[in-house]
């Protein structure tokens, strides 16, 4: 969410949305509060600062870590002030430990990715992380059921060895994919059975990786897809996975009536020759990324046409 105010954007999230609220970010306050400072800062026994190439880990906890922990803090008293008897889903969010490998440094400056050892560190330690997290914001908000968002834009490039290094004349070698799966498995098991979501906006999300790693859902901006998608997402949503599907802009712009907004999904549904009844159980209306970039008063209508397009599968799904 764009600005610095939290309460602000948790009375807008809470606002908005009836059943289906979520813990706002709010990268404009700076380090600590952008999404990897705040999972780094989610880290167990692993703790990371800021240098001039991005975030590094270091051996104990420093400012940037203490600075992290005290916004994160904040933005769930702002939430629970403004979700007294809520019993809805709530939604948390984290970066997954594929984009945090290929984000976070080590000592020598090279990306976690480039160590295996490290990155099996990184995701242990940040499966703790995540079920302390879960565990906070259930303590907070006792009646919601708590769905955890892992963010991945940058998993099909590290699936496909693009993750340069420090250096950028080359690139870090790919990490089995069986390997990747599996640490992303561990990850979600943190719920105890509760829904996980994975997100990426990027292109070519690995929908079947993430079904077999046992994602309730995918989110995606739907711009990006593809005909070549088609058959991977037919395969998801007849096992049951859902569709969390970016169609409204990130950034401050004009909106499209909304029924035009899903028309797209409508398109790709005919496509895939699936039911239209199924279409409002399987598919959630997203803006296509962040709104981080966006101003206050776009981030609101957004999330407000977000709602409209999503009552306009639900009423005519064809």
């Known amino acids: 969410m764009p600005g610095v105010d939290v309460r602000e954007a948790v009375r807008t999230v809470t606002g908005v949305f009836e059943d289906f609220v979520h813990v706002p970010e709010l ?88 160590d295996p050892g490290a990155c099996r560190d990184l995701a242990a330690s940040l499966a703790e992380g995540l079920r302390l997290h879960l565990a906070e914001v259930r303590r907070r908000v006792p009646g919601a059921r708590v769905v955890l968002q892992l963010d991945e834009p940058s998993l099909t490039s590290v699936l496909r060895g693009r993750i340069r290094t420090a250096s950028g ?47 309730a859902a995918v989110s995606f901006d739907a711009s990006l897809l593809t005909e ?27 909106l499209s009536d909304p029924a035009g907004s899903v028309m ?20 959630t ?5 962040g709104l981080a970039g966006a101003s206050p008063e776009y981030a609101r209508r957004a999330l407000t046409h977000c709602v409209r397009a999503a009552r306009s599968l639900a009423d005519n799904p064809e």
């Not at 940037?64 to 994160?72: M, V």
């Not at 089995?176 to 979600?188: G, M, N, P, T």
């Not at 058959?231 to 409204?248: C, H, M, R, Y």
């Not at 699936?274 to 159980?281: D, F, I, N, T, Y």
Request: one cysteine or more.
């Open 27 to 114: 990268p404009a306050r700076g380090p600590g509060a952008d999404m990897v400072g705040r999972t780094a800062g989610m880290l167990v026994e692993m703790y990371a600062r800021v240098e001039p190439s991005g975030w590094r880990l270091g051996d104990r906890p420093g400012r940037d870590t203490r600075r992290a922990h005290a916004w994160l803090g904040e933005d769930l008293d702002a939430l629970e002030e403004y979700t007294q008897g809520y019993t809805g889903d709530l939604k948390v969010q984290a970066v997954g430990v594929w984009t945090l490998a290929a984000a976070l440094e080590l000592r020598n400056g090279e990306a976690v990715l480039s």
């Open 228 to 254: 070549r998608d088609d058959d991977v997402i037919g395969e998801a949503v007849e096992a049951g996975t859902g569709l969390i599907a970016g169609v409204v802009p990130g950034t401050d712009g004009p």
């Open 285 to 289: 209306v997203a803006p296509a990324c």
């Open 169 to 215: 004349y080359r690139t870090h070698r790919a990490p089995d994919r069986q390997v990747v799966e599996s640490a992303l498995r561990d990850l979600i098991a943190v719920t105890d059975g509760g829904p996980a979501v994975v997100h990426s906006c990027a292109p070519d999300v690995p929908f079947a990786l993430l079904r077999r790693a046992g994602a």
């Open 264 to 283: 797209g999904v409508r398109t790709l549904w005919r496509r895939l020759g699936l039911r239209p009844g199924l279409l409002a159980e399987a598919v």
